[in-house]
């Protein structure tokens, strides 16, 4: 077990095509700005048609940007059944924040599988974890202008959290380097928005 | 980050860097004037962001017909006096590998990288071979990059190398290293000019029309260097054999081979343990983060293997541990070394079974092998405390949905794939009686239910060839399967074979007008190269022509009704029938999109049949309905013409 001090793991995941990789280059780069050591490890190619994609972000001197099991500080999942996923990254102390918008496999009918209910996950994971945070992004994104905003919410919802160690101000600033500038205000609007879900 | 800052960027400044971008500023660094590649994961990005930067950082660059032409693009322009860039994946080295052994032999004069990253644990790819072995094979030097950083200044002194023994150098990386993102610093951009001997003969030769953007080398004759007949190549062999000597010279006092401390003064038995590339990351974290007291070599440069400073590192030691991914070559490397040296000190890699042989290493394989060897001597580690999850959520996790890569909605290779299945129905065809040879892209996928037009797989434009074998082999029906980007790669040749052999079988090009794999690349068969200008478009149905084919037929695949009676005729077709189902890929940016369809549920009678034959994303079963998710239907109305109850139209607003 690592115990550096400055160490934060983050463990970004979801579904191909939902801003993941953005999002997190966006912490990223905004972790570089406030002066942290910092990798990612990104996989593209052929989990963008529809398949699992995580990412794993590593502060504080690491070399190797794999997140060890039962590590990561931070489980970020931009759907629901892909936090229990993630699980094997978490320890009880491991905040975990998800959005509760299912995105159902389009497979599940070829493999006779059932998708679990929502309500069943989160109460399970209240069971297992300290730090649970189902957040409604859809909603929220809907709120701020377009369910493409998805990511930012959930990325001012991430920011919120006690212990997360980059200001919300660098994010912004992140936010706005990656991202068109036409959607500034509404990606802004989102941060707000998710960031508020938790503090509130 | 803004892309042009990789041309922008000025010395000091820093940027949070994929690999493949820290790949591309390393070029722009060092001066490269030309570079080449056939795109392929895990080094796609570099070529996509070439496309878009390769005017503003004056080079030339092309998305080349395959790896083997790209190695050739890079060795004689390099040969010309510039220094030259081509990368590719693993797989991508066995292509350009016929042409790469030569151009070792001719050597470099102006300076050639080849990068290659492999692919442990095949994310998106069909192996794990290991590209250190080419170099042995080769004879050619390689550097192995653990981070974005290193690649970057790796490339630079690749660059130094290669032009200084006049030599292609391998720069070695994994998934996990051109996929990291990490801080790079930047450093100043050379403004040194084209390799001396080839400089400044180009004034008389103006040839045109307009300026072009990038430098020009000039190609001095020497056939001693440069054509290797068997009265040449022999001397080559000679003179790279001594090249390699002087060069080990630079790898055994290279920086690139480094020795990290981690305080091994104790007087119980001294460990000391030897890794590179991304398995060094792994091995790092785990001695620091555990305290261990056991030095690291980090090697970097790994070929010609530094003997002697591996030897000044082991001869001490009373255990030597060697964490590689893939083949255990460096361990190789040092058991001769202690053969040689007459030392019998203990070696923990992958031959004696200390590491696991395949798939990609992580903190935690590590940790758990080095756990065996102090094991050995009754000290354990401490290891991180497994959480336990209780019943219900083990439960929950064991049973999850599984997420697989799947074609896109509105895919027309879905389209294919049903209009085949149902032509095999209506002939009486079994289906094994009739065997799908496929090829290396996105309709691979055509492997998983309900379609199941994956049967038998080796590699780019070999499903053309696998047809030419099943069909002298065997009397079964024969379907092969090749994307438009793969035919031109490599499945021309097996084409004009097939029909020259008298072979008889039915060609699919699915012709969707992109590289859809690795993110739409340009190809040959489009009217745009990669660096966005127009290009002549290659008619791959003129080419199915010029080839003697008898059958030629393009078809748009999303009208069923054409699709299943094409493929009958086909079937029934004595030779080689080449059906050209061309219909652009879904993901191709600017396409306008077509208005979503919907289930008139009066209508529907629940047979499913678009669920279990189209299997398209876009169509679900909610609550016992079958039901279109509008938001991901792409309007291709493939499943109007499947239903048979008429039950799906278009969604009026």
Not at chain 2, 554 to 559: A, H, R
Request: with cysteine; aromatic share 8%; glycine share 8%.
């Amino acid at each position: 077990m690592l115990n550096k001090e400055n160490s934060y793991n983050i463990y970004i995941c979801g579904v191909g095509g939902q801003g993941i990789i953005k999002t997190s280059v966006i912490i990223g780069e905004a972790a570089m700005n406030e002066g942290y050591e910092v990798i990612l490890s990104e996989i593209h190619g052929m989990s963008q048609r529809g398949g699992v994609v995580s990412t794993e972000l590593k502060l504080g001197g690491y070399k190797s940007s794999v997140i060890e099991k039962n590590n990561a500080d931070i489980i970020l999942a931009f759907e629901p059944i892909e936090a229990v996923r993630a699980l094997d990254k978490a320890n009880e102390d491991t905040k975990i924040v998800f959005n509760t918008s299912p995105i159902i496999p389009s497979t599940l009918n070829q493999f006779n599988q059932n998708y679990p209910d929502v309500k069943e996950i989160v109460s399970n994971l209240n069971e297992n974890f300290n730090f649970v945070y189902p957040v409604e992004a859809e909603k929220l994104a809907i709120e701020a202008g377009s369910l493409l905003a998805l990511n930012m919410v959930l990325l001012g919802a991430t920011v919120a959290h006690e212990g997360f160690p980059i200001s919300k101000e660098a994010i912004i600033k992140a936010m706005k380097n990656n991202l068109n500038s036409k959607f500034h205000e509404m990606n802004l609007d989102a941060i707000e928005k998710g960031y508020n879900s938790v503090i509130d | 980050m803004d892309l042009n800052q990789l041309v922008k960027g000025k010395d000091g400044d820093k940027e949070f860097l994929l690999g493949n971008e820290a790949t591309v500023r390393g070029a722009i660094e060092a001066g490269v004037s030309i570079a080449a590649t056939y795109p392929g994961t895990p080094t796609s990005e570099i070529g996509n962001i070439f496309s878009v930067l390769a005017k503003d950082a004056g080079i030339f660059f092309e998305f080349s017909i395959n790896e083997k032409v790209a190695m050739e693009v890079g060795a004689s322009s390099s040969a010309s006096g510039l220094k030259t860039l081509v990368f590719m994946k693993h797989v991508g080295l066995n292509v350009a590998s016929d042409s790469f052994m030569s151009a070792v032999y001719t050597g470099t004069p102006g300076g050639m990288v080849v990068l290659v990253a492999d692919e442990p644990s095949m994310f998106s790819s069909q192996n794990e071979q290991d590209t250190r072995n080419y170099a042995r094979l080769a004879n050619c030097p390689v550097l192995e990059p653990s981070n974005p950083q290193e690649i970057k200044d790796m490339m630079k002194y690749g660059y130094e190398l290669s032009r200084e023994f006049s030599i292609p150098v391998i720069i070695r990386t994994t998934t996990r290293v051109s996929h990291m993102r990490g801080v790079v610093e930047f450093e100043d951009i050379s403004d040194e000019e084209v390799f001396e001997n080839s400089n400044n003969n180009n004034q008389h030769l103006q040839r045109d029309s307009s300026p072009v953007h990038w430098k020009k080398g000039f190609f001095k004759k020497n056939k001693q260097q440069f054509v290797p007949v068997p009265q040449n190549a022999g001397i080559m062999h000679e003179k790279l054999i001594a090249k390699m000597i002087d060069i080990n010279k630079v790898s055994n006092s290279s920086k690139l081979n480094t020795v990290f401390e981690f305080n091994n003064s104790g007087n119980k038995r001294k460990l000391g343990l030897i890794a590179g590339g991304s398995a060094f990351n792994y091995a790092y974290d785990v001695i620091n983060g555990d305290n261990l007291e056991m030095d690291i070599l980090k090697l970097g440069f790994t070929y010609p293997f530094p003997k002697n400073l591996v030897l000044d590192f082991v001869k001490d030691l009373d255990g030597i541990i060697v964490v590689e991914e893939v083949d255990p070559i460096v361990e190789k490397e040092i058991l001769v070394i202690l053969g040689e040296a007459g030392l019998n000190i203990p070696v923990y890699g992958k031959i004696n079974g200390t590491f696991p042989m395949p798939y990609e290493y992580n903190c935690n394989i590590v940790r758990d092998s080095i756990n065996k060897i102090i094991n050995e001597n009754g000290n354990d580690l401490d290891n991180s405390k497994e959480l336990e999850l209780n019943k219900d959520l083990t439960n929950l996790k064991n049973n999850l949905p599984d997420r697989l890569p799947t074609l896109c909605a509105g895919c027309s290779h879905r389209a294919t794939y049903f209009g085949v299945r149902r032509a095999m129905d209506e002939m009486g065809i079994a289906n094994e009686d009739l065997i799908f040879s496929s090829d290396i892209g996105c309709y691979t996928l055509g492997i998983s239910p309900p379609y199941e037009t994956t049967d038998y797989l080796l590699s780019m434009g070999a499903s053309i060839g696998d047809a030419c074998g099943f069909s002298a082999g065997t009397n079964q029906y024969i379907v092969s399967f090749i994307g438009d980007s793969t035919f031109f790669h490599g499945g021309i040749p097996q084409l004009i074979n097939g029909v020259h052999n008298k072979h008889r079988f039915v060609v699919t090009v699915l012709d969707n007008r992109t590289t859809g794999m690795t993110g739409g690349q340009p190809h040959p068969g489009l009217p745009v190269d990669g660096m966005g200008d127009f290009a002549p478009e290659i008619s791959i149905e003129k080419i199915a022509k010029a080839s003697e084919c008898e059958f030629v037929e393009t078809i748009n695949p999303m009208l069923l009704k054409q699709t299943v009676d094409t493929y009958k005729r086909a079937l029934k077709h004595d030779g080689v029938a080449v059906i050209i189902a061309k219909h652009p890929c879904t993901l191709i940016k600017g396409l306008k999109r077509k208005k979503p369809m919907t289930i008139n549920q009066d209508k529907c009678n629940n047979c499913k049949i678009c669920i279990d034959k189209l299997a398209c994303p876009a169509i679900s079963v909610v609550n016992e309905k079958v039901i279109i998710d509008h938001l991901v239907c792409k309007g291709c109305a493939v499943c109007v013409q499947v239903c048979d109850e008429r039950a799906i139209v278009g969604k009026k607003n």
